[in-house]
């Protein structure tokens, strides 16, 4: 059995926008042979996003008990995943890191700072951009299970989960720079520093935000979302995934940097997209056929998500969907290495 990796999360409900960037991308794919010159270690990640009880979102100003999440990252640790990516600091986000390092020290995590343009540089709003990487700052440089430092999550204009004042990419690329400058020697050493970019800044705006980001980061990380495209299930993983795959490394095969599946994930409830029905059966399919996929290729993924999180509620009546878990931390199917 191959042990898989895990990040954390707080996302922001999906917007369901029939994007056709996968169909548009398909006449640019091309049929030869993968040429990326770095490729990350192979791992098998999980997103957190810790707000799946009753009344709990990351927009209520109380914390998250910290007996909840000692019971989430016990219930990720067994489930096989190892590497976690979260998505904010505030709301007792910032209790992962020393909580998982005290109770479980084999899970590695990806931090995640919120990125907004509103109140950017507020240092006394614990939700401000700089408030959020001065503490991941704080946790990268006192812990050694941070591996990643994730700045910002579709934080750019265009982007689907961008705030309602997205970040330059000026802006964005100054906030990489500082946490990289923020890293102790020994934190640089294991933290890797990156941004999360949908296929839209990656590859659609890709001169414009896309190379230009991936400048300052050590890795390429992009979500891709097969459902939104949409693709069916059948043609999900080896076609789509796949074909979007191809074209990232084709982009950024001169940057010489491992690409990293930050987000991937298909819903088990909900209307379906076009040719993209969510359904439990259709989501087990999908995570097996990728695991696969991502074995095969030695790629870096991150599974969206762990838990069904209830309140996400604007998605088009699939956010609440996409956990690999109920919302009571009840797996949907058996995973793959299991």
């Given at each position: 059995m191959e042990a898989p990796v895990i990040p954390a999360g707080r996302k922001k409900s999906r917007r369901l926008f029939c994007t056709v960037i996968g169909v548009w991308l398909l006449g640019l794919w091309p049929a030869c042979g993968l040429t990326d010159g770095a490729r990350a270690e192979h791992f098998i990640g999980v997103n957190y996003g810790p707000f799946h009880r009753d009344g709990q979102r990351p927009d209520d100003a109380s914390e998250l008990p910290e007996q909840q999440i000692v019971e989430d990252l016990k219930t990720i640790a067994a489930a096989g995943f190892r590497q976690i990516r979260t998505y904010g600091m505030d709301n007792g986000l910032s209790r992962i890191v020393p909580l998982a390092q005290r109770h479980f020290p084999d899970l590695r995590i990806f931090l995640g700072v919120y990125?907004?343009?509103?109140?950017?540089?507020?240092?006394?709003?614990?939700?401000?951009?700089?408030?959020?990487?001065?503490?991941?700052?704080?946790?990268?440089?006192?812990?050694?299970?941070?591996?990643?430092?994730?700045?910002?999550?579709?934080?750019?204009?265009?982007?689907?989960?961008?705030?309602?004042?997205?970040?330059?990419?000026?802006?964005?690329?100054?906030?990489?720079?500082?946490?990289?400058?923020?890293?102790?020697?020994?934190?640089?050493?294991?933290?890797?520093?990156?941004?999360?970019?949908?296929?839209?800044?990656?590859?659609?705006?890709?001169?414009?935000?896309?190379r230009r980001v991936a400048e300052h980061?050590?890795?390429?990380?992009?979500?891709?979302?097969?459902?939104?495209?949409?693709?069916?299930?059948?043609?999900?993983?080896?076609?789509?995934?796949?074909?979007?795959?191809?074209?990232?490394?084709?982009?950024?095969?001169?940057?010489?940097?491992?690409?990293?599946?930050?987000?991937?994930?298909?819903?088990?409830?909900?209307?379906?997209?076009?040719?993209?029905?969510?359904?439990?059966?259709?989501?087990?399919?999908?995570?097996?056929?990728?695991?696969?996929?991502?074995?095969?290729r030695t790629l870096g993924v991150f599974l969206f998500e762990m838990f069904d999180e209830p309140w996400k509620t604007e998605a088009g009546g699939v956010g609440p969907h996409w956990g690999l878990f109920d919302r009571n931390g009840r797996p949907k199917f058996a995973l793959p290495w299991n």
């Open positions: 990125v907004c343009g509103l109140n950017h540089n507020k240092l006394d709003d614990l939700r401000s951009t700089r408030a959020q990487m001065d503490a991941a700052l704080r946790l990268a440089n006192t812990h050694g299970n941070v591996a990643g430092v994730v700045v910002g999550n579709e934080c750019l204009p265009g982007e689907p989960e961008a705030c309602l004042q997205p970040v330059s990419v000026e802006q964005l690329i100054e906030d990489l720079i500082y946490v990289r400058k923020g890293l102790s020697p020994e934190a640089r050493q294991r933290a890797r520093v990156t941004s999360a970019m949908s296929m839209v800044a990656a590859v659609r705006e890709h001169a414009a935000q896309g980061c050590d890795i390429v990380m992009v979500n891709i979302h097969p459902f939104f495209a949409p693709a069916p299930v059948e043609e999900a993983v080896h076609a789509n995934l796949d074909g979007s795959y191809r074209r990232l490394t084709e982009l950024y095969a001169q940057a010489g940097k491992p690409i990293v599946i930050g987000e991937i994930g298909w819903p088990s409830a909900g209307p379906p997209n076009g040719p993209a029905v969510p359904s439990a059966e259709n989501q087990r399919r999908f995570i097996h056929e990728l695991v696969g996929y991502g074995r095969a």
